[in-house]
């Protein structure tokens, strides 16, 4: 007999995006369960070592930001085509980059989250689902195993979420097209001893990029190199790597001892929609790219915060299931942007002579104020703009953090995120239009009266004017702004939002 257990939501894979999202359906105090084949959260291999702006923001709007920036390294780490893009002089809190590798990432999520009560499924595997009108049935195994080694276990769930990496067993079997760019070149990277004292430093070639560096300890080294060929599959073996050594520097300098050995390339490919009826789709699940830029992690982390509270308002009830199709609208064009993004910066790392040419003339002009703010922005993330129609020059755009007073004492405008619910941030009168017909979403939609007095500045786009008030959705996100005696458009943004007034 099979044993079903009940979720309104199961999230298929606990990587950054399955935390992040399980996370922020448990602030939404929705049932959330993840599945996930690892026994623990060690990874295997080397992945993502670094944190941009915006996703530092998104975890300071969750009043867990100090946890990253405690174990890692604040820096400018970001960067198109390996030219640095310096951000110090954004109008954000946050204008730097965090360096700190995926594994502590995870970790800390997977404490977070832990916290939260979400409980995680490990060991097992999703090897089918089947979705009807009302939920999906998922069925589990033992990782490795065949149906029915996991116990005869399976899930049902009002919504099944695959944040299950490229090859994404949920996609596929959702059937969702996965769309794009074949790899024109591989690369291994890895972590291992050498005999031998190794040519430290980066070196381009025809193909792209090769890179030895010694580890913090001096005594180990990462090693990024392209292969001759094009190799498909994330399963080097110590000979892949000794040979792609000895083609670029001559000789494998003794490698040895190999902690991490996998394989990444710059195909880049984008599912088609991002939800199949009671299915979704987020992170490399939803599209996979070269790490140039360090994009994946960070746009995984943010798809996540824009889906959660929107599922948890369909799930409660609050909101028409149409506004999960808002989901796919504004992040696939986020997702698209970043793919040309490393197609370009692929192509741009290769190193004959006529591509160091054009890296060159680029260089230059990134060196230029503004054409420097606009990559900046597009990599950190902090200029990121959801098309919600005409209006304010915030809408759509991140609420910046500004340094609030109200009357029990001074308030950071994040601080007001903290357990993942919209608000409405009055900048005057508490009895203004404005604030007043706030009333039938009163209790799904926090009110704080506040004052600012400074401008309000935006990576990128500059000052804008001060509005009288501002509807902030839980992502962060303005879904409107402006005059305090605009009590229509507010109420028609919040019923778009947050439901139709009770």
């Not at 080294?221 to 001759?228: A, G, K, S, T, W």
């Not at 506004?323 to 997702?335: G, K, N, S, V």
């Not at 008030?469 to 005696?485: E, S």
Request: aromatic fraction near 6%.
């Amino acid at each position: 007999m099979t044993d079903v257990t009940k979720h309104a939501v199961v999230i298929v894979g606990a990587g950054p995006t399955g935390l992040m999202l399980a996370a922020e359906l448990a602030l939404a105090k929705v049932d959330v369960a993840l599945v996930e084949r690892r026994e623990s959260q060690a990874l295997a291999g080397v992945r993502a070592g670094g944190l941009h702006s915006r996703t530092i923001e998104v975890l300071d709007q969750r009043g867990v930001a100090d946890r990253f920036l405690a174990q890692g390294k604040v820096m400018q780490v970001g960067g198109f085509a390996m030219i640095p893009l310096d951000i110090s002089d954004f109008p954000t809190r946050h204008n730097y980059g965090l360096a700190l590798r995926q594994e502590s990432i995870e970790r800390i999520l997977a404490t977070w989250v832990c916290e939260l009560s979400v409980p995680i499924y490990r060991g097992l595997e999703v090897i089918g689902f089947a979705q009807d009108d009302s939920g999906v049935d998922v069925e589990l195994s033992s990782c490795g195993g065949s149906a029915g080694s996991g116990g005869g276990r399976s899930l049902r769930a009002q919504y099944l979420v695959g944040c299950d990496g490229g090859r994404s067993l949920i996609r596929k079997q959702a059937g969702i097209d996965f769309v794009g760019w074949e790899p024109s070149v591989s690369y291994l990277i890895a972590e291992a001893a050498m005999t031998e004292e190794p040519v430290c430093g980066i070196r381009r070639d025809e193909r792209g990029i090769n890179a030895v560096g010694k580890l913090e300890d001096g005594k180990r080294v990462r090693i990024v190199l392209n292969e001759p060929h094009v190799e498909q599959g994330d399963q080097p073996t110590l000979n892949d790597l000794r040979v792609a050594l000895s083609a670029v520097y001559g000789t494998d300098f003794g490698v040895h001892d190999v902690t991490s050995l996998s394989r990444f390339s710059d195909a880049a490919r984008q599912a088609a929609s991002y939800r199949e009826r009671r299915v979704l789709l987020a992170g490399d699940a939803a599209h996979v790219h070269s790490p140039a830029g360090g994009q994946g992690l960070n746009i995984g982390v943010q798809d996540a915060v824009n889906l959660g509270w929107k599922l948890a308002q369909v799930i409660r009830g609050r909101s028409p299931e149409s506004l999960l199709d808002t989901y796919q609208t504004e992040r696939h064009p986020i997702a698209a942007r970043v793919l040309k993004s490393t197609l370009a910066q692929t192509a741009l790392n290769r190193g004959d002579e006529r591509t160091k040419a054009l890296h060159e003339a680029l260089a230059e002009l990134l060196s230029l104020d503004e054409p420097r703010k606009r990559y900046a922005g597009a990599m950190s993330g902090l200029d990121v703009r959801y098309d919600l129609g005409a209006g304010h020059p915030l809408l759509g755009r991140r609420m910046p953090d500004l340094d609030l007073g109200t009357d029990s004492g001074p308030r950071r405008a994040f601080s007001l995120l903290h357990d993942a619910r919209p608000v409405l941030l009055n900048l005057a009168a508490p009895t203004t239009p404005a604030a007043l017909a706030l009333g039938p979403w009163a209790d799904r939609v926090g009110r704080v009266d506040a004052r600012y007095a400074g401008a309000w500045e935006l990576p990128v786009l500059g000052v804008v004017a001060a509005p009288g008030a501002v509807l902030i959705r839980p992502d962060g996100y303005v879904a409107w702004a402006g005059d305090v005696t605009d009590a229509p458009g507010l109420s028609d943004a919040l019923s778009t939002w947050f439901g139709p007034p009770m």
